[in-house]
């Protein structure tokens, strides 16, 4: 499966962005789709994932109670609503695939697509 991330840009502190995630290819219901994130001079860390079946979530508890995430099952498309942004949320955003079950380790996701910057200005 290919992956496309879409929707970062230059928002204000306070503000919100939502994010998407397309795929392209088949995404089965037991594999775990997650957003990640990487600042400069950091590692990947994990943000959010979502169950593609069951709908199940998990999130980092960075963003937990600002961040939504959610698909669209017909639309093979992920989203991360993003509201409260504060800069340290500035990185690269990048979604993956997991095929190892309910996981928030970078490495066992896959397919990762090619990242969409989020600036938060303060």
């Known amino acids: 499966v290919q992956l496309q991330a879409s929707g970062g840009g230059l928002v204000q502190a306070g503000g919100s962005l939502r994010l998407s995630c397309a795929a392209s290819?088949?995404?089965?219901?037991?594999?775990?789709m997650g957003w990640f994130r990487q600042a400069p001079g950091k590692e990947r860390e994990f943000v959010s994932l979502?169950?593609?079946?069951?709908?199940?979530?998990s999130y980092a508890n960075s963003v937990k109670g600002r961040f939504t995430i959610s698909r669209d099952n017909a639309k093979n498309t992920v989203y991360l609503l993003m509201n409260s942004l504060k800069p340290e949320d500035t990185a690269v955003y990048y979604c993956?695939?997991?095929?190892?079950?309910?996981?928030?380790?970078?490495?066992?996701?896959?397919?990762w697509g090619q990242g969409t910057q989020v600036t938060v200005s303060s």
């Open positions: 993956g695939r997991s095929r190892s079950g309910y996981t928030t380790r970078v490495v066992d996701y896959d397919s």
């Open positions: 979502i169950r593609w079946g069951a709908g199940t979530t």
């Open positions: 290819g088949r995404i089965y219901s037991s594999h775990v």
